[in-house]
């Protein structure tokens, strides 16, 4: 554990972490947001768990995050720092939240140990995120933390033959505002 909040904590990811990561890669109901087209072997999920760990070298990140409840911890998702760029100090994030423990603020309580991370201890200028015009519980959750709708990209995501717009939020380090 290394940042923790309440009974949130996040974490490296581990080898005995690859069946969750598995089966949260593989459901289909998250490929539209995600972008994934083709199923993740378990052989890919460890490669990438075992390859995983060093951001500067990867350009990304992935980060367990652990549910503690009566001395019981369980991982109730993950979140995805992806597209570092430490020249330009920015990078992407992306949050999955297993569906039985959604609409509890574990997303808001990530959020805030992520952003606290990336400001505080990579020292990012800004974070951001791409949202779907369609997934309203990430606008709200992003919009309720202050991050600003900063580009619509039209007709940007397929599904089922049919055009969605992506939108663009973008979060300044606080430290670095005027």
């Known amino acids: 554990m290394f940042l923790r909040k309440g009974n949130i904590s996040l974490r490296a990811v581990e080898?005995?972490?690859?069946?969750?990561?598995?089966?949260?890669?593989?459901?289909?109901?998250?490929?539209?947001?995600?972008?994934?087209?083709?199923?993740?072997?378990?052989f890919q999920i460890e490669q990438f768990i075992l390859n995983g760990g060093d951001i500067f070298a990867n350009k990304q990140l992935r980060i367990m995050i652990d549910l503690n409840e009566d001395d019981v911890v369980r991982s109730i998702g993950s979140v995805d720092i992806y597209d570092f760029d430490p020249m330009h100090k920015r990078a992407g994030i992306g949050i999955y939240i297993e569906d039985k423990f959604r609409s509890n603020g574990f997303a808001n309580i990530t959020l805030e140990l992520v952003e606290n991370y990336a400001f505080n201890i990579l020292d990012l200028h800004q974070i951001y995120c791409l949202i779907s015009v369609e997934n309203f519980q990430s606008k709200k959750l992003f919009e309720?933390?202050?991050?600003?709708?900063?580009?619509?990209?039209?007709?940007?995501?397929?599904?089922?033959?049919?055009?969605?717009?992506?939108?663009?939020y973008q979060l300044i380090n606080p430290l670095h505002l005027k």
């Open 15 to 42: 080898p005995s972490d690859a069946h969750n990561i598995y089966m949260w890669e593989n459901d289909m109901h998250v490929w539209k947001v995600s972008d994934t087209i083709a199923p993740y072997s378990m």
């Open 144 to 168: 309720g933390r202050n991050y600003l709708h900063t580009g619509t990209r039209k007709d940007w995501l397929k599904n089922n033959n049919t055009y969605t717009d992506q939108l663009q």
